[in-house]
């Protein structure tokens, strides 16, 4: 039986039971073999840029009997077939927003986006946004001393044109459940972003520039973090 991380165990239960999926990069395959060994989805492509770590996936989908279930296939991105889930987990909000703009028509008819990013989550919103995708719900997850954000979203046809760039930077999904966890990530985002803050040549015009905007950031922490904890 597959034992996955606290990270992927939460991808996956947010997968819909059933549902056609498809995992972009994804390394050893364990997602996909955990959705087919579960019986979530009996209909499954994992793919991956990586040569090495796609036999991995292969190797793990053969030792499990998993053939008919998961293909494996070497691609860069999402491979050109429907699918009611698509998965990309592990790659940077940057990357994650170029695999979709570059399938944009099949990310399009897909139900559910399960995104994860492992930074630059903000920049990930932002362009979601600008490709008409609505997040409707977020998660987040605390494993090995780091926070985890997922990100649900799928096509609505509507760009928010009311939102700033300093609202991408959080999550009103996780704002508003009251997310115990979400909490304590921006309790260590309004640490952090003091502590730049402090360092900061007084003199330096550049300084005021970028001091000017952490703050401006630093205020929407606390903003979040005193709704949050109301």
Do not use: W
């Not at 790659?91 to 897909?110: R, Y």
């Amino acid at each position: 039986m597959i034992k996955l991380s606290k990270r992927l165990n939460k991808i996956a239960e947010l997968v819909d039971f059933g549902a056609s999926v498809i995992d972009v990069g994804t390394d050893h395959g364990y997602v996909p073999n955990f959705l087919c060994e579960n019986k979530i989805s009996s209909d499954i492509i994992a793919t991956d840029i990586s040569k090495n770590s796609l036999e991995k996936s292969i190797e793990l989908t053969s030792e499990l009997g998993n053939e008919k279930e998961v293909r494996n296939i070497l691609a860069n991105g999402i491979v050109n077939e429907d699918r009611d889930n698509i998965i990309i987990a592990g790659l940077g909000g940057i990357q994650i927003a170029e695999i979709i703009a570059n399938s944009i028509n099949i990310a399009k008819s897909s139900k559910k986006l399960i995104l994860q990013p492992m930074q630059k989550a903000n920049i990930l919103r932002r362009e979601l946004n600008n490709m008409s995708f609505e997040i409707f719900d977020e998660e987040i997850i605390y494993e090995d001393y780091r926070y985890f954000e997922i990100i649900l979203a799928k096509f609505s046809d509507q760009k928010n044109e009311k939102l700033k760039e300093e609202d991408f930077y959080f999550s009103k999904r996780l704002i508003e459940k009251k997310d115990e966890t979400y909490l304590a990530y921006l309790k260590e985002k309004k640490d952090y972003l003091r502590s730049i803050i402090k360092s900061f040549d007084p003199d330096s015009i550049r300084s005021k520039i970028r001091n000017q905007e952490l703050n401006n950031l630093l205020k929407k922490v606390e903003e979040a973090i005193n709704e949050i904890s109301s």
